[in-house]
């Protein structure tokens, strides 16, 4: 008989191996051992409502029947190929078909890699070689991407932070930095630097910070002035806000765009899109070898990864997919704002239905300082114990899902009704 191991004994083998015990994304103690629907289980057993879902890929829920008949049907074809195959070409199809900005494509294995190659495809196109990036925006894992992405320290803008070690000071002397939401800043960074910027790549939601009326057509149009390649990062807001993403929703069409996440409908799988003449230096019979952008990626296009991404993207093209999506996400929004204003706890509920979250405070959340000048002691005092109440989530994210139901409504409720017992004492 097999022997079953615990949840701790697979926290301290992790320990052994991991460094810091972990992949790197997550709490480290907890080890999660299948999913369902709307639901995960860790290793010990205990059952949570899933508001994680995966960081944002399961939007479906887990195990959806038809995205794993779409698989099983792929897997005895072959699992991949490094070659071009039919599921990756239809997929591209239909991404195009769906995303404003979207005439070409091409296909990675993670949104920081999609981030990556934009940045340097911008340059590319541009000639030029400086970045803009919004203080707090999350672009994946390049040394461009780590910088003012989570600073302890505030310096002044437009000063680049380094958030992690072994990025050389000549990245950082290329990154420009300004606060999200804040139009004369930028407006006044542009006139100083505007034409030495080969790209502006910017979060249309950051984090969960929604953009003030008028703020993204305004970059749209400074972007225009100078020149500048208008990247959005839609790994997590594609396909989620509406099927064509944040730029239908906010009826603002970028130059490139970078996806993950939904598309993937689970498997590791991102896309760069955007207009023919940028997207044109991924092909060297097109620009030339001086010009050329290199791209290789071993899984780029897996055919698995496609099909779970087709059958996904199909679900969602259904009559009242987003309706109900986004109903989910105000109910959940609705719960929190009743049982924290019984109590006048200071709070603002700061996102989109789809994804969003509570901020301890009573003040407006525009940007990344907003956030960190909250109470962030009671933020996490409240996650722990909706944890403990059976609801999984991030320390800063509520991803709403098509798979909840009536019995995870009312759960959370409970949940949520035992957190704002636990902040009043």
Known sequence: MEKIHTQSEW???AKATLPAGGFGNFDLNLIIRNGKGSRVWDEDGTEYIDYLIGSGPMLLGHGHPEVLEAVLEQLPKGMTFFTNNAAGIELAEDIIEAVPCAEHLRFLSSGGEADMYAIRLARAFTGRDKILKFEGG?????????????????????????????IPEAVRNEMLIAPFNDLDFLRSLLVEHGHEIAGLIIE??????????????AVRTECDKYGIVLIFDEVVTGFRF?????????????DLCTL???IGG????????GRKDIMAHFDKSAVGSDEWLMMLGTLSGNPIAAVAGMKTMEILRRDGAYKTLNANGERLIAMFTKHLSAHD??????????LFDVVFTDKTVRDYRHVQQSDTMRNATFNTILRNEGILKSPGKTYASLALTEDDFQQT?????????????
């Open 260 to 262: 993950g996440k939904v």
């Open 413 to 425: 409720d409970h949940a949520i009704t035992a957190a704002v017992r636990g902040l009043l004492g």
């Open 266 to 273: 689970g498997f590791p799988l991102a896309a760069i899109v």
């Open 204 to 217: 249309p939601l950051q984090r969960i910070i929604p953009p003030e009326p008028g703020y993204l057509e």
């Open 138 to 166: 999350y672009h994946g894992m390049s040394a461009e991407a780590q910088m003012s992405l989570a600073p302890t320290t505030m310096s002044n803008f437009p000063q680049a932070i380094p958030d992690s070690a072994g």
């Open 11 to 13: 926290i301290e083998r």
């Open 345 to 354: 706890i200071a709070h603002k509920i700061v996102g989109h239905p789809t």
């Open 242 to 254: 509406s099927y064509g993403g944040a730029q239908e929703t906010y009826g603002i069409t970028p």
